[in-house]
């Protein structure tokens, strides 16, 4: 094993703090092998395949964050699927928390189709760029803390590129909101004292001290398969709530279902 390598655990500090652009950075994060467990998981379940994807030929890498540079709307989920982002290359592309969400984009204008199937089938997002704390598809979609930190320095740096417009970040889930906080605050961002907690519709209000600019921080149910079949998440849940971060945002897309 290289020490200085794509396979070592400060792989990702080293790696993420001198990208000056996002291709850049999603360059370099492609590469990384620093969490032996996820990087097994990730590449044994390209192999053995779910049956109805058998034809695929697995991306087995981390998934990099989608959507545009300037973007003032950040969500933040929680990992690639095993046969989703990881099958696909693209986060929340190819599995049942991705047609809930990208149909939701669209819907709310954010999104230029409802659906989102492969990488280059056609999908483009209006004013939001979807990212995520850990990049390598985890077992039982549970990261580890020490996965979760090691992988903390591509979400620092990205959001770091992303800040120059960046006004609203929305957590999909607990596991997103808490590991933006240390993220944030490590940022210059200030942050209420409790921390706050994570809740769907939580709103949270932060500002830069050093140049006195504000960013929202908005809490949101994840699109899981789990929280769509109880209802924890309706689909009006997830509406109001990306048409809130918009506004705020002053995200102006093409319009619900393609319309100006």
């Known amino acids: 094993m290289r020490r200085d390598g794509p396979d070592d655990a400060g792989y990702p500090a080293r790696s993420a703090p001198g990208c000056g652009a996002l291709g850049e950075l999603e360059t370099k994060l492609v590469d990384c092998r620093a969490c032996p467990r996820l ?64 149909a939701a984009l669209y819907e709310v204008g954010l999104a230029s189709q409802p659906t989102a199937t492969h990488r280059g089938d056609g999908l483009a997002l209006h004013g939001v760029r979807i990212t995520v704390p850990v990049h390598c598809a985890p077992p039982d979609n549970r990261p580890s803390v020490g996965e979760r930190d090691t992988c903390r320095p591509w979400l620092a740096r990205e959001l770091e590129l992303l800040r120059p417009g960046l006004r609203v970040v929305v957590a999909l889930g607990g596991f997103a909101w808490q590991a933006l906080l240390p993220v944030l605050a490590d ?51 997830l509406h109001t709530v990306l048409r809130h971060a918009a506004q705020l945002a002053g995200v102006t897309g093409p319009g619900p279902r393609g319309t100006p």
């Not at 590449?43 to 300037?70: C, H, I, L, N, T």
């Not at 006195?212 to 079949?229: A, I, T």
Request: proline residues 10%; positive net charge.
């Open 39 to 102: 990087v097994a998981w990730r590449e044994q379940v390209a192999v053995v395949k779910r049956s109805s994807f058998r034809d695929w030929e697995y991306w087995a890498r981390p998934v990099p964050g989608f959507g545009p540079a300037d973007a003032p709307l950040a969500l933040i989920g929680l990992a690639p699927a095993a046969h989703g982002g990881n099958r696909t290359g693209r986060i929340f592309t190819g599995d049942p928390s991705g047609e809930v969400l990208y």
């Open 187 to 237: 940022a210059g961002w200030s942050l209420p004292r409790p921390r706050p907690k994570f809740g769907h519709g939580a709103q949270v209000l932060l500002t830069d001290a050093r140049s006195g600019r504000d960013l929202y921080l908005l809490g949101c149910y994840h699109p899981s398969q789990r929280n769509v079949s109880t209802h924890t998440l309706t689909v009006p849940m």
